[in-house]
């Protein structure tokens, strides 16, 4: 009776051994080309952030929180897009700041006072004039119409950082 409990409980720790090899071989990888989240910029420095580059620079930024759909369909699948049909690094040139905060103490009316960004998600250029920054121009999530790779491109052309796709006329 003892050798049948034995082999038993040596039969269990085999298969569950087993069951965390495999797992640890099959378990998912992190994605290397997603950025942490850890490389956002921090909601409360931005305006140190922005002041301590001086006022030649300009500043483009993506107002992303990761509780919000729209804001993660736009990280996710928008900017994407954008990457593909420009051919420009858009992890390189926008840099994302990360307003989860804000949403989960439900301080987002700052955004609007902060930035006079009033819906998210958004982009925005910032500069500094005259020692305070400044929105140059912004892009915003209307919230009727998710924004698209266009729109995006179109703010990106406005900003000075790609051209604008041309439309041909018909039969030239």
């Known amino acids: 009776m003892l ?6 409980l040596l039969a269990l720790i085999v298969v569950y051994s087993c069951a965390v090899v495999a797992f ?10 997603v950025v942490e989240e850890s490389a956002y910029l921090d909601y409360d420095s931005l ?5 301590s580059t001086g006022e030649s620079v300009t500043h483009y930024f993506f107002f992303y929180s990761r509780n919000d759909n729209d ?8 900017l ?11 992890d390189r040139i926008i840099e994302t700041v990360d307003i ?9 009316g700052k955004l609007a006072n902060d ?31 998710p924004l698209s790779a266009a729109q995006v491109e179109e703010w990106l052309a406005l900003n000075g950082l790609t051209a604008v796709k ?3 006329p018909a039969g030239n």
């Open 24 to 33: 640890r071989i099959y378990e998912p990888r992190n994605d290397t080309n």
């Open 166 to 168: 041309q439309e041909t």
């Open 47 to 51: 305006k140190e952030y922005v002041l």
């Open 3 to 8: 050798k049948k409990v034995v082999f038993a």
């Open 80 to 90: 994407a897009s954008v990457s593909t049909n420009t051919q420009l690094q858009i």
């Open 100 to 108: 989860t905060s804000l949403e989960d103490n439900m301080t987002t």
């Open 71 to 78: 804001c993660v369909y736009v990280k996710n699948t928008v």
């Open 115 to 145: 930035w006079g960004i009033s819906n998210y998600p958004a982009f925005a250029a910032v500069t500094v004039s005259e020692g305070n920054p400044s929105v140059l121009n912004s892009l915003e999530y209307d919230g009727e119409i």
